[in-house]
């Protein structure tokens, strides 16, 4: 699977964006964790907490790597 095309490197204030759903995942905690092949959504890391948002009118809680 090619990896997610980051499109924050090239718009950091990009708020809308097309993408596909490449593979959904059902997780323990109730959760279902989504990889695109392409997002907006700057992911946790550094200390930094992740952008949140909705996709499809669902909301988003967290982005990880």
């Known amino acids: 699977m090619p990896p ?4 924050y490197y090239q718009d950091s ?4 964006f097309e993408a596909l759903v490449t593979d ?9 964790a ?6 907006a959504f700057y992911p ?3 200390g ?3 952008d949140t948002g ?3 009118g669902e909301q988003v809680l967290e982005c990880i790597r």
């Not at 959904?24 to 279902?32: C, L, P, Y």
């Not at 989504?34 to 997002?39: A, G, K």
């Open 4 to 7: 997610t095309e980051r499109l």
């Open 13 to 16: 204030h990009l708020i809308e």
């Open 24 to 32: 959904k995942t059902d997780r323990v905690s109730g959760w279902t």
């Open 34 to 39: 989504v990889t695109l092949d392409r997002t």
């Open 44 to 46: 946790t890391g550094g």
């Open 48 to 50: 930094q907490p992740s």
């Open 54 to 56: 909705t996709l499809n």
